[in-house]
């Protein structure tokens, strides 16, 4: 998914955009208090994870100011503080879920998915369209049982539309949630990738069909 880092500590925010990089995200890192509302409204988020001690500005009003602002992604808010006194009011601000220092990288990444998920009316961690199951959590893909040998960038495509099952997915919207603004990538990257995961769904009932100058649905034909 597309997640905004905001994290001024250089190890701390380089150690988590590995982390979620490395796992297939799409991540734009703010270290600056001042950047963050023009980078949330400048593109769209899946997630956000903020530390609530920033220069320039302070992570409270920040979410005050991005829900003032109808930012509606989830935030997770990260924070040095051993005992949070203000932890119901950073939610009643706005914030949807906390993680204080020192976590573990990988309870960062599910916190972050639980909340996509919970965002989108998805309880579980499992996809399912056709015979084609997902496991998110797990990141593996199988049609009738058969796992699927997927790379990363290739499973969170399938995420992405699965997720979306019978509506259009935009180009657009999984070039920026499936590269980094630092990757020069062009449209035929995206389609190489619906390429292979064609051929590596064949043996299913489910297919990724083309709306020819808009994007990609994932369907399961009937019968």
């Known amino acids: 998914m597309r997640i905004l880092l905001v994290e001024d500590n250089e190890d701390l925010g380089e ?23 023009s980078a ?6 899946d997630a956000v994870a903020l530390d609530l001690m920033l220069p320039n500005r302070d992570g409270i009003g920040l979410i005050a100011e991005l829900r003032k602002r109808k930012f509606n992604a ?6 040095a503080r051993s005992e949070i006194d203000d932890k119901v009011g950073l ?3 706005g914030a949807d879920d906390y993680l204080v220092k020192p976590f573990d990288l990988r309870e960062l990444e599910a916190r972050l998915r639980a909340l996509i998920r919970r965002t989108g009316g998805q309880t579980t ?17 199988s049609v ?3 796992v699927l040998e997927l790379g990363r960038r290739e499973f969170r495509l399938l ?7 019978g509506k259009v997915v935009p180009k657009e919207r999984l070039m920026n949630q499936l590269f980094n603004f630092d990757e020069a990538v062009s449209v035929n990257a995206l389609e190489l990738h619906i390429s292979r995961l064609r051929r590596k769904l064949e043996g299913g009932n489910i297919e990724i069909g083309t709306v020819r100058g808009v994007g990609y649905v994932v369907r399961a034909p009937h019968g």
């Open 15 to 37: 150690a988590i955009e590995k982390r979620l990089r490395g796992a297939g995200h799409s991540v734009e890192w703010v270290r600056d208090g001042n950047d963050v509302v």
């Open 125 to 141: 961690s499992t996809l399912s369209v056709g015979n084609l199951e997902m496991d998110l959590a797990g990141l593996n893909a």
């Open 40 to 45: 949330a409204e400048g593109d769209s988020f």
């Open 74 to 79: 989830p935030i997770l808010v990260i924070t």
């Open 91 to 93: 939610l009643d601000l």
């Open 159 to 165: 995420e992405i539309l699965v997720t979306n099952a």
């Open 144 to 146: 009738n049982g058969a």
